[in-house]
């Protein structure tokens, strides 16, 4: 009776992990399918917020504008993502992640299309205004939304890859941009950055459901997806004071922040150097400076994959391989902006280019490791908020200024001390870690 009770327990065990075992592929695959869309989206959010960089010149003659002007307009959007990402992301946790972000990039491509018919400068920065208010949470959202269908084991990766996406549509849109310029003029090259953001916002809205990613959602380390239970359990949610009441975490925030500033001198202003040093036209120093965008984007997604595996067993290795990160790039662009043009150079600035922003994923990584899972929209909102404020937003604007001061080369060859606090910062995150981890713990504890 009682083999036949075992066996009769082991044949139900088995009924049950065969629908498990056959669901695991179709989730894997969708969570794939996630990523690829919302990477796509994320490449049209910075094909429509750097575009500009590739017409400055045009752009500038034909709206008789300075380059601290032109510098604003690019601030402009990245200030109000700094500005809105952490209210937006607050809300986008209640509202629900992927009507937020199918709401954002609908609004931020129907400003794109309004910037192109503006017709002077106080128009122009009302738009990229609007431009910015759309995009004020995509990447914290989308990047919370991407994370919740994989395990924390790939995180970094992750995390550097989606974050890669704004070197890669910076790139695009710098390279299409100054080409579309050439041939139809500046305002052709934003009303076609707005058509394809609308374009893929639909097929997002098609795929993508609030349903479908709460049934393929993985809660955390060794925990069963929502599709192996039956009734999913709602964890307390942990206070908002949370997001800045650990060390290590605060820490991240602002090594981020300003390690992302050379990333954003280099995706705004190498467009208007290879011009200007180079003696390039639009279409060309446009072209030149997307290869380095393309380094810049490369570089943090090998970073990031770098930075998993050496830190297969202890996670504080990940501050390290920021912190290394920071320091060749520093280097590298250092002599770079003071040597004569030619290929020492530029050989130079690749090098600088491919690590800028290599410590973006491994300081996202911390912080989804440090934070509470209910609050991690949140939490990367923050993160998105240190990034621009320290560095999207601050970036182009102060070099535009010192450049109108110094001359542009003069400004890029300052731009890299910045490296220095942002290592400071990511040493102390990685002393502080084990502190935050027993932080989290208590956190989590408590809100049971």
Known sequence: MALMTTRQGDAEDAGEAAPAASARPRRKLYAWLVFALAFALLLSDYMSRQVLAAVFVPLGQELHLDKAQQGSLISVVALMVGVLTLPVSIL???????????????????????????QNYEQLLAARFVVGVGEAAYGSVGIALVLSLFAPRVHAALSASFMAGGSFGTMVGTGLGGLIAVHFGWRWSLGAMAVLGLLLVAVFKLVVTEARVARNQVDGPGAAPSWERAEPRRAARAPLSSLFTNPPVLCAYLGSGLQMFMAAVMLTWLPTYFKEAYHLPVDRAGGSAALFVLLVGSGMIVCGFAADRCSIGDGTRKWTAGIVYCVVAFVALMVAFRLPTGTAQLVLMGVGAFFAAGSSGTAAAMVASLTHRTVQASAMGTLTLANNLLGLALAPILIGALADGLGLVGALGLAPLVYVPAVLFMVLGKRLHPHGLARLRALTEGAR
């Open 92 to 118: 986008a946790d209640r509202w629900g992640r992927v009507r937020s972000l199918v709401l954002m990039a609908v609004l931020w491509s129907v400003a794109t299309l309004a910037c192109a018919f503006a």
